[in-house]
């Protein structure tokens, strides 16, 4: 079955720790994206990849890194710089074209203690 | 001013009831709108895109208004079911990227 798959569903890691979150699509999009959730906030944009080798920042950049190495990856990587990285990380695609949707995978829950 | 705004609720419901969610978008060169539902503590998923002319599906019913810069979505005979968060969804046309909403909660009580 064709999806997108981010792994894991939970994960928790001390304070200023690096951590990196995996997202893997299988439908042969071009572009994916990550972004976070808090509550009341709704989801905010933090990097997004057009094509592969190439990725550009979201709204909300600092403390995060990204690579785009293979048309089906885009780990994200939550770095000790990001002062407030508890929340629930969700991770989309989509065909990189105009009005089409995103799908998204089944999101990270990640705590920082 | 934010790209998409919604008004949070909580909007509570008694089955059956019809119940309408709006939300306005400030880019007016936006192309493609959609509506996501989002369950809690899980990921969004497509409700419907919102065409130009409308589009229904089943209970559901979406309207996009370029005039004044909003998008609608109009649940008729509420079912339990349809508890939820509901995201307004738009693509600015601008890179490709999705503008989320806050998201409006609604609970359809018994």
């Known amino acids: 079955d064709g999806g997108i798959t981010q792994s894991p569903k939970y994960l928790f890691r001390k304070e200023g720790q690096n951590v990196t979150l995996s997202c893997e699509q299988n439908l042969n999009h071009d572009a994916m994206y990550w972004y976070r959730q808090d509550p009341g906030q709704g989801l905010r944009l933090i990097y997004y990849?057009?094509?592969?080798?190439?990725?550009q920042k979201g709204d909300i950049a600092e403390g995060y890194s990204v690579s785009r190495e293979k048309k089906e990856s885009f780990p994200l990587t939550v770095t000790s710089a990001q002062k407030n990285p508890t929340a629930f990380y969700l991770c989309?695609?989509?065909?990189?074209?105009?009005?089409?949707?995103?799908?998204f995978g089944q999101g990270t829950r990640l705590t920082v203690v | 001013r934010k790209e998409v705004e919604q008004d949070p609720g909580p909007f509570n419901v008694p089955e059956g009831a019809t119940v309408a969610f709006n939300c306005t978008y400030s880019n007016s060169a936006s192309q493609s709108f959609f509506w996501y539902r989002q369950d809690c503590r899980k990921e969004p998923k497509l409700l419907m895109s919102?065409?130009?002319s409308g589009n229904e599906d089943g209970r559901f019913t979406a309207q996009l208004n370029r005039a004044s810069q909003y998008i609608s979505l109009l649940i008729r005979d509420s079912k339990l079911s349809d508890s939820a968060t509901y995201l307004c969804?738009?693509?600015?046309?601008?890179?490709?990227?999705?503008?989320f909403g806050t998201g409006t909660s609604l609970t359809v009580i018994p």
């Open positions: 990849s057009q094509i592969v080798n190439d990725f």
């Open positions: 919102v065409y130009s």
């Open positions: 969804v738009v693509n600015p046309n601008t890179g490709n990227q999705f503008y």
């Open positions: 989309a695609s989509n065909q990189g074209v105009m009005n089409t949707e995103a799908f």
